[in-house]
């Protein structure tokens, strides 16, 4: 209260010096009337509904009695001070102009004392929100892409905080159409970015996306259409209950609170193993699947059953992969074309691994039976041989051997369009060089230095005829 007064007295000591002033000359200047300051114009009349400045040449205004205000609204845009003195610069706690309204909110006044309406105002490096009347405004703005803390500036980054619209707080309303993770506790992430908006499709690149997909410190997050940000899969091409039920395309997965060491909300790049989106669920194996996500948070997914090609492989850790439309790795044996030529062969991929086998192996096909296989080593890795290898006949990576009764079959190769090269293999698939051998019939095949048949008893062949078809590996059938 001392301190009250000391400005009361501070102000009317500078009033007094401008009347005092003014006296010396003329009646014109501020003086005291019942208690209250009045401004007193050259013909002693007082000025009414004018601003008036005093000797610290700071305006006051003069009200429609001639009274200096105090601690009220002037002229609709400005306010004056316990003093009358018009604020300038400055924060305000009181009533709206305007309307019964008993509540007190902030205002603001910028330096020429007009309050700010309508807009944005950077004020001590911090950006706020005014209505049409002037109020600073809190909590979400009316087009709900900002939120302004209690203080009322705006907020960026990481909050967790209630949805802008109401209809969150009706479970029953809301909840059955929302596909999200509900909150018990009503709150949810969103994130601002450093001009305030949220992020959500709205304010993406996409603006008629579903949801916005956005890299942040590192890691990739969702956010739909309200700005929350999602866990857990999220289908991004509509609605997930009209997903395909046989593939994992247009899925998303980012972590909830069951994955440990993980960001919430984030991306994980690697392998996890997670229960499939619920749309997918009736239509898998196992409950629970190994999927290996991209760091953006997609998993790998495999082309249409039965149509893998090479270029179709994911590679990890230096080991080739295959999934399935379902986003599951492949196990088995399958007929895999050779990027776009149209040629084929075979790839094995480990029951357990799940990576292309490499070097010489007994494995089991499609039809249970167990042959020896050989998959190319380095270059071309898992890749089934079609050709000699180590003086052994493969095709698709399939031992090629005579029955034992017998002795030796020809076994034609193809070789580029319209010709082969055509070989005799023995029970155990090995080949002859430069050799002249006979099969059970007595049939003499002649080889060359690298194991060609060059003549059938006695007579040249023909390259560009066949003479015998490669046996086939029988394949895993792909699981529709």
């Not at 009250?4 to 003014?22: E, S």
């Not at 899969?233 to 209950?241: A, F, R, T």
Request: hydrophobic share 30%.
């Amino acid at each position: 209260m001392k301190k009250k007064g000391l400005k009361v007295l501070a102000a009317a000591a500078m009033l007094t010096m401008g009347m005092m002033t003014m006296s010396a000359y003329a009646a014109e200047g501020w003086s005291m009337s019942n208690n209250s300051w009045v401004y007193l114009d050259k013909n002693g009349t007082k000025v009414t509904d004018e601003w008036r400045k005093g000797a610290d040449n700071l305006w006051r205004y003069l009200n429609s009695s001639g009274e200096m205000a105090i601690n009220t609204w002037v002229d609709d845009d400005y306010y004056v001070d316990s003093n009358g003195i018009m604020v300038s610069n400055q924060w305000v706690w009181t009533r709206p102009l305007y309307g019964d309204d008993s509540e007190q909110y902030w205002f603001y006044f910028g330096s020429s004392g007009k309050v700010v309406k309508e807009g944005w105002k950077k004020i001590d490096g911090k950006s706020y929100l005014f209505d049409s009347d002037g109020i600073m405004e809190t909590g979400w703005s009316e087009d709900e892409l900002y939120y302004l803390g209690q203080d009322g500036a705006m907020k960026t980054g990481w909050r967790y905080i209630e949805p802008p619209t109401d209809e969150f707080n009706d479970e029953e309303d809301w909840y059955d159409d929302y596909d999200g993770e509900y909150s018990s506790d009503g709150k949810y992430w969103f994130y601002f970015a450093s001009n305030g908006k949220k992020y959500c499709p709205q304010t993406g690149t996409d603006e008629s996306a579903d949801f916005r997909i956005s890299r942040i410190d590192g890691k990739y997050y969702c956010f739909d259409e309200y700005g929350i940000m999602r866990t857990g899969w999220v289908y991004l091409n509509g609605d997930p209950d009209d997903a395909p039920v046989d593939s994992i395309e247009n899925w998303r997965y980012f972590a909830g609170e069951e994955i440990q060491n993980a960001t919430l909300g984030a991306s994980i790049q690697g392998w996890l193993s997670l229960e499939p989106p619920e749309r997918l669920q009736d239509n898998m194996d196992e409950p629970v699947v190994w999927y290996f996500f991209n760091k953006d948070g997609s998993p790998e997914v495999g082309p249409d059953y039965g149509t893998a090609s090479t270029t179709d492989f994911t590679r990890i850790n230096g080991n080739n992969y295959l999934f399935d439309p379902k986003g599951n790795p492949v196990s088995g044996l399958h007929e895999i074309e050779i990027g776009s030529t149209d040629e084929k062969t075979a790839y094995y991929f480990d029951e357990d691994s799940k990576t292309a086998l490499k070097g010489k192996k007994t494995i089991e096909e499609g039809d249970g039976t167990k042959s020896t296989f050989y998959f190319n080593e380095g270059s071309y890795a898992g890749r089934g041989v079609t050709g000699v290898k180590d003086n052994y006949l493969y095709y698709k990576g399939k031992r090629q051997e005579a029955d034992s009764d017998v002795r030796y079959t020809l076994i034609s190769i193809p070789d580029g369009e319209d010709t082969y090269k055509t070989y005799a293999v023995n029970s155990s698939g090995r080949i002859t060089k430069n050799k002249t051998v006979k099969d059970g019939d007595g049939v003499k095949y002649t080889t060359n230095s690298v194991g060609i048949v060059i003549e059938i008893d006695g007579e040249p062949i023909n390259n560009n005829s066949s003479y015998g078809d490669p046996i086939e590996p029988v394949f895993e059938e792909w699981d529709y």
